[in-house]
């Protein structure tokens, strides 16, 4: 197995911050960079999307919305019923990180490349993880305002929300306009602007993990705890990766359809959960608060990569039984 270094950034951006964290002048100077950053990187969102694509890829409906609802009904409605677990397993401040973790969208380059891999439906995969990184944009804070704020004792005001707008959908839209003169720019320097993405999300993690510290988020918690919320993100990933492909299924679906169901109804995105939780959580511990989120981020890349590897070995066992070259 490879060394996914993008995860060992993560961890380092985390161990690193929790060791020298910013602190007094250095603190505007850090808030403001990653506002910049993130941006950016929904700027360079935009301009990558064809919109033409996603208007044709959504005639297929009924995969788009099984998705959704894998990601914006059936994550939540579990996510709800993990507060049963809160104070006697875990901390309310690690209850509101799973909490938070179930309410935000879909990954889009890694879905759409286990699905690739794995010999899916790539055109239904690219519009639905990149239909619920739109829609997310809306109904994430929503749903932390109606969630959050009804049983944790921490307000997401109206204002916030804007905020989320502002920094996250404003240059999202900007990027579409932009697209007549850069959309050549992205597509051809598409290796390079992954490192600039990935940046963007070390970035963030640091910001997170340093007022973390600086608000003593470590002291919150127990290695315990952090052990029980391990265990938590595991099996949530296990019973959404069952649950998908068992829907999927349900609903008579191809085998195509439903590998996209599974790898895109079954992520959540770092890349936009930790930049939306910096905006709707000021003030709060946001460094613990997502803590699951990085947990859960990481166990999916692992058991997806292998999934995906396993699917495309079937595939080409069939087609090699069915007398056709595998591709």
């Known amino acids: 197995m490879r060394i996914n270094w993008f995860l060992v950034g993560i961890v380092a951006a985390a161990v690193i911050a929790s060791i020298v964290p910013a602190r007094g002048a250095a603190v505007p100077v850090v808030d403001w960079t990653v506002t910049v950053l993130v941006f950016l990187l929904f700027l360079l969102y935009g301009a990558r999307l064809e919109p033409r694509e996603t208007l044709q890829g959504l005639q297929h409906w009924r995969l788009h919305l099984t998705i959704l609802a894998c990601t914006f009904v059936v994550f939540p409605l579990v996510g709800i019923a993990l507060r049963v677990l809160t104070p006697w397993a875990i901390s309310p401040v690690l209850y509101l990180g799973l909490l938070w973790l179930t309410l935000v969208p879909s990954t889009v380059q890694s879905s759409i490349n286990f699905t690739s891999i794995a010999h899916g439906n790539v055109p239904g995969a690219i519009v639905s993880a990149t239909t619920s990184n739109l829609v997310g944009t809306f109904i994430t804070p929503v749903l932390a305002f109606l969630l959050v704020s009804s049983g944790s004792g921490i307000t997401i005001s109206a204002s916030s929300i804007l905020d989320v707008l502002l920094q996250i959908l404003l240059p999202f839209i900007l990027g579409q306009l932009s697209r007549p003169l850069t959309a050549r720019l992205v597509t051809e320097h598409g290796r390079p602007l ?132 595998a591709g």
């Not at 296990?238 to 679906?253: D, H, I, N, P, T």
Request: net charge positive.
């Open 194 to 325: 992954k490192f600039v993405d990935n940046g963007v999300i070390l970035a963030v993690v640091y910001s997170a993990f340093s007022s973390g510290v600086r608000e003593h988020i470590w002291s919150m918690t127990s290695t315990a705890q952090l052990g029980v919320t391990i265990l938590i993100c595991l099996l949530l990933l296990a019973l959404m990766l069952w649950l998908s492909w068992a829907l999927g299924g349900w609903l008579r679906f191809n085998r195509p359809d439903r590998i996209a169901i599974q790898f895109c109804g079954t992520k959540k995105s770092l890349a936009t959960g930790l930049p939306m939780a910096a905006v709707l959580f000021t003030g709060q511990p946001v460094g613990l608060i997502v803590l699951p989120l990085m947990i859960f981020h990481m166990c999916q890349l692992i058991a997806c990569g292998w999934i995906a590897g396993r699917y495309r070995r079937e595939w080409e066992a069939d087609q090699l039984s069915s007398g056709h070259p």
